[in-house]
């Protein structure tokens, strides 16, 4: 099977740049998706296609995709950013979505 | 804003079917692709399965066959039904709408989720 592996858990300061990493096999060769979870809320998408940014999604979220290593980051990074985050791809061996372990957001 | 809602029962005992509908209020059903994902308690996302606008569907193998996806476009709501149900498969039930399939694919209008949990 396909695995995603990100960081547990990342901790930031307010104002400061808060990096993401997803880790997969050839990972750049696919699109990498992000998407923010919430308590009680409904996932929210971030990034899709490795740097793309939904029109409500403020500019602080950009995306990336290379080699093994897809990374979201988020600059000036805001209370309100507190969330968990998974990445997504494809994978078309098994064939199906697989989705990233999952990174907790801290901001302290 | 297409927002999406998950109904269903809560619980379900173990071997039954559970069954869910998710009902999406803005737009037509008849177009792009519609997914389901899940959330075990503390784990993280696993996707289950998407039916497009031709009825097509691609399931996650790893549910071996007990996953099916339909789509009621009368009624603008896209269903799942996952038989012989086993405590695994207590979860947060999410519906998404998705945008392209396969390798383009994402996520981009959730559901808030729904927690079903299987148990005698």
């Known amino acids: 099977s396909y695995d995603l592996t990100q960081p547990p858990s990342v901790s930031v300061s307010p104002g400061q740049t808060a990096s993401i990493s997803c880790s997969g096999d050839k990972l750049g060769e696919k699109y990498a998706s992000w998407y923010q979870l919430k308590p009680g809320q409904s996932p929210v998408l971030v990034i899709y296609q490795d740097n793309k940014r939904p029109s409500e999604i403020p500019e602080r979220f950009s995306g990336s995709n290379s080699g093994n290593t897809a990374t979201l980051t988020i600059s000036g990074t805001q209370a309100m950013d507190e969330a968990d985050y998974y990445c997504q791809a494809w994978d078309s061996t098994t064939p199906a979505y697989v989705f990233g372990t999952g990174t907790k957001v801290t901001v302290l | 804003q297409v927002q999406l809602q998950e109904s269903g029962p809560g619980l379900v005992k173990p071997s039954e079917t559970l069954s869910l509908t998710c009902t999406v209020s803005?737009?037509?059903?008849?177009?792009?692709?519609w997914s389901w994902i899940r959330q075990p308690p503390g784990k993280g996302l696993e996707w289950i399965g998407y039916?497009?606008?031709?009825?097509?569907?691609n399931y996650n193998p790893s549910l071996k066959g007990r996953v099916t996806i339909s789509v009621d476009t009368s009624r603008n709501q896209f269903s799942l039904k996952l038989t012989s149900a086993t405590a695994a498969d207590t979860a947060v039930y999410y519906c998404?709408?998705?945008?392209?399939?396969?390798?383009?694919?994402?996520?981009?209008?959730w559901g808030q989720g729904t927690l079903v949990t299987v148990s005698s």
């Open positions: 803005t737009g037509s059903i008849s177009t792009y692709y």
């Open positions: 039916i497009d606008y031709s009825r097509n569907t």
């Open positions: 998404a709408r998705q945008l392209y399939s396969t390798s383009s694919g994402f996520l981009d209008y």
